[in-house]
């Protein structure tokens, strides 16, 4: 049988791989509003790249859903605690998310020139942001916050700007924007994909210096981060899997199967995310005042009963959800532009 | 709308009459955009209970993330994908498989409505938990997912939703017929729009009763508010018309039936109403509020079951081009079903005031302490404003849908 504790783990990984869910599908929508700023040059590449993710984006926006429902049915405490003390910034990130779904849907129903500007204005610009904001809520949460004794957040809205938290969201936002890249390029033909490539390429050393900061400052200058991998355990995979896919990634466009540099780019989202996961286990929100009281997926969790159930009704959706999200891939995977 | 909309596109099927297929056509458009726009507005709920509600959270988290994320997994996921499909996928896929979509669709919103029906009637009659170490936990999946009030509350509001998009579809088509255009159109449309406006009206009576025998029996603090009933009382009447009086603890001016209200509470004129009077002052709900919603409300679903029923009648005299009243009267009601919701809706919260968890949680225990008020007001305001915008870019849309009619639809530019 399944003990608590087991369970506790399992739910931790049910978070880590819906969180996943979002940066792959969720993560390449939004790089596509980054480079949308940039990359189209003509009306006609605009509207293709709506169009690119017409069908899939309002799916992939469930993911952050089923994120913050797997937070708060299985670790109560840590989605009142996180929620709360990011107000303005979850509000901030909210207005983004409200707006940018407007000018999505409705970038093809107001169609004239001054409409279709403010809407790619929008699109953009709440893409850039929603990136960025992720990563430095992130950046915040790998750091720890302080709480005080009842796990309140006690620092203020200033706190959360930090120059690692800042740099944390630089991060995100230029990997997501990468790999908003591999999907542009997979889906339209050859006269966006050799631009799309040569972004992708310039793109690389500056994200990649970045992110090998970002790991040094991380392991350096938090000591709870090293904990994991100070001894050889089931964490080292990531690391491990991370090196093999950037030097696969220096090669991936060489193929003739466009979808190579997507597929690329999500197991890289995937080994990196869980790199930072396994600088914060068993923690899901570490108290930087007082670490005996951080919030862990032990402590924080819902009842061994509550769990259990979860864990069942997870089992039964989540095959159908993938089932009928790649059945809807595959009807629109061919190339936007001929 | 979803619904009405697949019963159009099976009609098309069955008659095989292109007329039905344009019909459907129509409303998917008109439907869509609503729908995005209510996608677009409702993500912030999924967020709130934290931002907003962190001790609340903490206390219910056990019970209440679990239809919550259920509500995500089984239907957001199934609405946001055949969506798409409705918006992006008509040439790419079957005309049966298109009509299967709508299905999807329709199935995947009612799915909605029953998880966040199910976590909503957990804080009206809250079962299947025990309190351990400050907190409410699960006991019983069953009893805490279908509590005493899940499935009156729940087909009483999916009705609801049926009786709004039937008559705001009905509002279209009247207008149609009162400009004299599109006829043919706006004359079936209309049809199957009343014939559900009306069954669903009817059915609406049934459901309203059965919900409120089940308040009088798990709620009385909150049936005793709507009735204006302040006297534990046998016989208790039903009232016609009264104003409440709180600081005087009467009902002035009453006017009601003897007997009623025992009867329909519990099918007995002679059972004893609890009266306001039996609760202490601090667990009882605010008076005005609840009491004048309800009564609205109620005689709202009686002018719904009338409105619909006149029509149909009309109908079957063949006359319902010339009824220029009456396809007015249709018109300016079209939102009315919206207002009987929200209504409803302060009934069913004000109404379990001053609990947030009936009879286990004070609202006032509940919000996120280190949240500061001008926080609040500013996201208030900010919200405020572009929901604002947002209702107006929607009526500005649909209104230049249905100006346009359903001939010239704005077809999106297919670039497969």
Redesign the interface.
């Known amino acids: 049988m399944l003990t608590y504790s087991v369970l506790q783990i399992i739910w931790f990984v049910i978070l880590g791989t819906v969180l996943t869910g979002y940066v792959i599908l969720g993560g390449f929508d939004l790089g596509i509003g980054n480079l949308h700023l940039f990359l189209a040059r003509t009306n006609e590449e605009k ?2 790249m709506y ?1 690119m993710i ?3 984006w ?2 992939n ?2 993911w952050l ?2 994120t ?10 840590v ?7 990011f ?2 910034l ?2 901030v990130f ?2 983004f ?3 940018r ?2 000018a999505i ?2 970038h ?3 169609v004239n020139e001054k409409w279709r500007l403010l809407w790619d204005r929008i699109f953009g610009i709440s893409s850039l942001f929603i990136s960025f904001l992720l990563g430095l809520a992130s950046g915040n949460i790998i750091r720890g916050v302080p709480l005080d004794a009842k796990t ?3 620092g203020t809205f200033a706190d959360l700007f930090s120059p690692y938290t800042l740099l944390f969201g630089v991060f995100v936002l230029l990997a997501l924007t990468m790999h908003g890249a591999t999907f542009v390029y997979a889906r339209s033909g050859s006269c966006m994909q050799k631009r799309v490539r040569n972004v992708y390429r310039r793109l690389f050393p500056v994200t990649f210096i970045v992110f090998l900061g970002l790991v040094i400052w991380t392991f350096m200058g938090i000591p709870r981060a090293s904990a994991n991998y100070g001894q050889v355990s089931i964490w080292w995979v990531f690391p491990v899997l991370t090196v093999l896919l950037l030097v696969w990634s220096l090669r991936v466009f060489k193929s003739r199967n466009d979808w190579l540099p997507f597929l690329n780019s999500a197991f890289l989202a995937v080994s990196i995310l869980w790199i930072f996961a396994g600088t914060l286990y068993p923690n899901i929100v570490p108290n930087s005042v007082n670490p005996a009281n951080s919030l862990t997926c032990f402590n924080a969790s ?2 061994e ?2 769990l259990a ?2 864990l069942v ?2 089992l039964l ?2 095959p159908v ?1 993938l089932f ?2 790649g059945f ?1 891939y595959r ?2 995977s ?1 190339k ?2 001929k | 709308m979803s619904w009405i909309i697949f019963i159009f596109q099976g009609l098309y099927f069955k008659k095989k009459d292109e007329i039905y297929k344009k019909i459907a056509q129509f409303w998917i458009k008109i439907f869509t ?1 609503s729908f ?2 209510g ?3 409702g ?2 709920l ?2 709130e ?4 509600w ?2 609340y ?2 206390f ?7 239809p ?7 239907a ?3 609405e ?2 055949f ?3 409705l ?3 008509r040439k ?2 079957s005309e049966k498989f298109y009509w299967f979509s709508t299905l999807m669709v329709a199935f995947g919103s009612s799915l909605s409505g029953l998880w966040i029906i199910i976590a909503n009637s957990w804080m009206q009659t809250p079962a299947g938990f025990e309190i ?1 170490n400050g ?1 409410a ?3 019983d ?1 069953y009893r805490a997912a279908l509590n005493y009030s899940t499935l009156p509350r729940y087909f009483h509001t999916i009705t609801a939703c049926l009786i709004t998009g039937a008559f705001f579809m009905a509002g279209i088509s009247a207008y149609y017929l009162l400009k004299k255009r599109h006829v043919e159109f706006a004359r079936k449309s209309l049809y199957v729009c009343l014939s559900a406006a009306l069954a669903f009206s009817v059915i609406q009576g049934a459901l309203g009763h059965w919900h409120a025998q089940q308040v009088a029996k798990t709620q009385p603090e909150k049936l005793a508010v709507i009735e204006g009933h302040w006297d534990t009382s046998t016989q208790a009447s039903l009232l016609i018309f009264g104003i409440p009086d709180p600081e005087n603890e009467i009902t002035r001016y009453a006017v009601g039936i003897p007997g009623g209200l025992g009867f329909l509470a519990f099918n007995d004129f002679n059972a004893e109403v609890k009266g306001l009077k039996e609760f202490p002052l601090e667990e009882r709900p605010p008076v005005f509020l609840p009491f004048y919603s309800f009564h609205l409300m109620v005689a709202l679903g009686g002018y719904f079951i009338l409105l619909s029923a006149v029509g149909l009648f009309l109908f079957k005299r063949k006359e319902i081009t010339e009824q220029t009243g009456y396809l007015k009267i249709l018109l300016f009601s079209m939102a009315l079903p919206l207002l009987a919701n929200e209504l409803g809706w302060i009934v069913a919260e004000v109404g379990r005031q001053p609990w947030i968890v009936y009879r286990v949680m004070r609202t006032a225990e509940a919000f ?4 500061s008020p001008d ?1 609040i007001l ?2 208030i305001i ?2 405020t404003l ?1 929901f604002s915008v ?1 209702l107006g ?1 929607w009526i500005f ?1 649909v209104r230049r849908m249905v100006l346009d009619g359903p001939d010239k639809l ?1 077809e ?2 297919e ?2």
């Not at chain 1, 989605?79 to 003390?85: K, L, N």
């Not at chain 2, 209970?49 to 907003?52: E, L, R, S, V």
């Not at chain 2, 919550?68 to 089984?74: G, H, I, R, V």
Request: no cysteine.
């Open positions: 509207s293709g169009k017409g069908p899939f309002d799916s926006q469930v859903l089923t913050v429902g797997v937070i708060f049915a299985a670790f109560a405490r989605y009142a605690t996180v929620f709360s003390g107000y303005l979850v509000i909210l207005l998310i409200v707006l779904s407007i849907e409705l093809h129903q107001l309140n957040y006690i819902s009842s009963f509550a159930v979860m009704i997870t959706a989540l959800v009928y999200t809807v009807k629109f061919s936007v532009f | 955009i995005v726009t996608v677009a507005t993500i912030i999924e967020f209970f934290g931002t907003n962190a001790e959270s903490r219910v988290g056990d019970i209440f993330g679990a919550l994320t259920a509500e995500a997994l089984f957001f996921f199934l946001s994908t969506i798409g499909i918006i992006w996928g790419r896929v351990v907190r936990e699960l006991v999946f996120s302490a280190n949240v926080q500013a996201s900010g919200f572009i947002i870019l849309l704005h999106v530019k670039a497969w």
